[in-house]
């Protein structure tokens, strides 16, 4: 059973005339450390919900797996922080390519950014769905009201997927990246088809969130928040349609913006 992604902290408020104290909702913080077939692959520093879709979603955006049903066993064992795997046929790639690392939930250099698993993992998008502008408006605003715990903590970032007119799975994490690999393994663990679906998205466009929306198979990435340079290259070579500052009824399409109807 997942465990709960806030803790209560007593704190002591101030509000610029008076001080008490109370107790404050804060966003939980999880190491869970990852073997793989008996070796330790990565841990990953992660909100302590849908683990299971989270190792799975991030096996396969490693490359490692390509469907839920080439992991044999999963056993997630909340009380020491280790999951274990055991792959259908065991895992025999260099290492070069996977070393071990700690991988974390802060923006910047918690990340690093794996060109080779990324050129064998990331998918050309050729999809022809289309969204509305209004219909990106209202997806990117039923993200942020379907988060409980952003509204309580403040400290998480949230992702979804769905069709244009409907929101299908909400993830929340502490790494932004680790909400886009829950939606991942979602898809996989559901064999839920992708490329008619858009993935919407509460932190920044990096080339990351990019490269993990070709990898899930999505042509239409939202956010909020700004975008990268690095990230509009390959969204421009990937095909993905990258749209962003999604805020009070206004937003900036980047990239591919034949897929955005606009109604006139």
Not at 21 to 45: M, N
Not at 79 to 97: M, N, R, V
Not at 171 to 198: E, M, P, Q, W
Not at 208 to 228: N, Q, R
């Amino acid at each position: 059973m997942d465990l709960s992604n806030t803790t209560k902290w007593r704190i002591l408020k101030y509000d610029g005339s008076a001080r008490w104290e109370k107790d404050d909702d804060i966003a939980a913080e999880f190491p869970l450390t990852l073997k793989l077939d008996g070796e330790e692959f990565a841990t990953l520093v992660c909100s302590p919900s849908d683990l299971q879709e989270l190792v799975i979603g991030f096996l396969a955006s490693e490359g490692v797996i390509r469907a839920a049903g080439q992991v044999k066993s999963l056993n997630i064992h909340e009380d020491t922080g280790f999951a274990y795997i055991e792959l259908e046929h065991k895992h025999t790639a260099s290492l070069d390519h996977y070393s071990k690392r700690f991988i974390g939930s802060c923006c910047g250099k918690g990340r690093q950014f794996y060109l080779h698993n990324d050129m064998l993992t990331a998918k050309t998008i050729m999809t022809r769905t289309k969204i509305t502008a209004e219909q990106c408006i209202r997806f990117m605003r039923e993200l942020q009201e379907s988060s409980a715990d952003f509204r309580s903590t403040g400290g998480v970032h949230n992702a979804a997927i769905g069709r244009p007119a409907e929101l299908l799975a909400v993830r929340t994490d502490i790494g932004r990246h680790n909400a886009l690999d829950k939606l991942f393994g979602y898809c996989l663990l559901h064999r839920l088809r992708t490329s008619d679906k858009v993935i919407a998205f509460s932190g920044r466009l990096s080339s990351e969130a990019v490269l993990k929306a070709a990898k899930i198979g999505c042509g239409i990435l939202l956010s909020k928040s700004a975008p990268t340079d690095l990230a509009l290259r390959l969204a421009d070579d990937l095909g993905i349609t990258c749209v962003g500052f999604i805020r009070g009824g206004e937003m900036n399409v980047y990239t591919h913006h034949d897929r955005i109807d606009f109604g006139n």
